[in-house]
């Protein structure tokens, strides 16, 4: 595809910073040096994103998210400026501005893509046919950002509506450390240094970051004291000052450090001189960090059944587990025998991910083009959003 008049509607962007931020951010970018035009419309206010062309509401976000008609005069004004030849609506669990724009570009019968960047709970799956939503059918082709969250998202729209799956960018290359270690300056024993383990994210319940240190408690208790282990935690978050207290009360900060928030530069050179990577969320409907971690060559530790599966070949790339227990079980595996952590090692600095920002670009640009056969046909996909019905 070439030379497609793009708009981004998203309820969430910069300068707030978060998965979907960065998704749509990057991909506008992408978009724009592959000689597309791009526009963006958010219900976020604040200065212009550079080489961005991005509408944003006069008001706060609460208030434009919580007045139908700032969402009609912002979607109506989006749409009115470009004429684009396809609008890509990304979603969440409460995203009422690019539900409102989708409908509008679908009653306007202007192609429409659809991007889901959360993993659904099962209590918030809800069947259009049986609720009095006022929006009516949304037209348009439909993706989410991972297997999981695909499959999350089925069940809301039937049986027979396709959901593809559009990856999150990411710049493996960039990731991607430009020289080698020697095998014996990782390997932990007698005069050796401590195995290195990583996280970042959100210091957030949702990252589960505190559950997180309770599995690295019992770890430290399960390792021999001759192997030392010493924890980064990269982020920063509304749950910071209490995980600080449980670091203090246990005696954990003395090799637990929780780094707060560091520009990617920082993250990278952490990450390499790292030897292990944690991913701790249950409902990671991608994991950003997890994957541009296994891009600077650490193996990946984490849980099934969320957005790592697409990424994380278990066995070569890093281990999966079930739950907590089988999280602590892997970590302690990992510590305690140095050549299985030197095997992963070795792949994920040998093997690039297999997923790329050049794939992610090529999926969405897959979605386009089904986008634009589906409103030619007029397919009438429904979409059943937990906070959609609000939206009138």
Not at 198 to 216: D, N, S
Request: hydrophobic fraction near 45%; proline fraction near 7%; glycine fraction near 8%.
């Amino acid at each position: 595809m070439c030379g497609v008049r793009i708009l981004h509607v998203t309820d969430s962007f910069a300068p707030k910073v978060g998965g979907i931020e960065h998704q749509v951010e990057s991909l506008a970018r992408h978009q724009l040096a592959g000689g597309h035009e791009v526009g963006v419309v958010t219900a976020v206010p604040g200065d212009d994103v550079a080489e961005l062309a991005v509408l944003r509401p006069p008001g706060s976000r609460v208030r434009t998210s919580g007045s139908p008609r700032q969402l009609r005069l912002l979607s109506r004004a989006a749409l009115g400026v470009g004429g684009f030849d396809v609008v890509h609506a990304h979603l969440s669990l409460a995203s009422p501005l690019a539900v409102h724009t989708a409908r509008y570009a679908s009653r306007h019968h202007v192609p429409l893509a659809v991007t889901v960047h959360s993993v659904w709970p099962p209590r918030a799956v809800l069947r259009v046919a049986n609720l009095p939503y006022w929006f009516g059918p949304i037209r348009g082709a439909w993706s989410a950002v991972s297997a999981a969250a695909a499959d999350s998202v089925r069940p809301s729209l039937g049986p027979d509506v396709r959901v593809d799956v559009v990856p999150n960018i990411v710049d493996t290359t960039w990731w991607h450390p430009q020289d080698r270690w020697p095998a014996a300056d990782r390997t932990p024993g007698a005069g050796r240094r401590p195995v290195h383990v990583v996280t970042v994210g959100r210091l957030a319940r949702r990252k589960r970051v505190q559950p997180f240190l309770r599995v690295l408690r019992e770890v430290r208790h399960r390792t021999p004291a001759e192997i030392g282990i010493r924890v980064t935690v990269i982020g920063d978050g509304p749950q910071r000052i209490q995980l600080a207290a449980m670091l203090r009360e246990t005696g954990m900060d003395a090799w637990v450090e929780l780094a707060g928030q560091l520009d990617p530069l920082d993250i990278r050179a952490v990450l390499h001189e790292a030897d292990l990577f944690v991913a701790p969320a249950r409902r990671e409907s991608f994991g950003i960090a997890a994957l541009e971690a296994r891009a600077a060559g650490l193996p990946v530790l984490g849980l099934r059944g969320n957005g790592l599966s697409d990424f994380i070949a278990e066995g070569k790339e890093g281990l999966l587990a079930d739950d907590d227990a089988g999280l602590a079980d892997a970590l302690v595996e990992l510590l305690t025998e140095p050549e299985l952590r030197a095997e992963l090692r070795a792949f994920t600095l040998s093997h690039p991910p297999r997923l790329s920002a050049g794939d992610a670009v090529l999926a969405a640009d897959e979605l386009y083009e089904r986008a634009l056969g589906s409103a030619a046909r007029g397919d009438a996909l429904a979409v059943a959003s937990p906070v959609s019905s609000s939206v009138p």
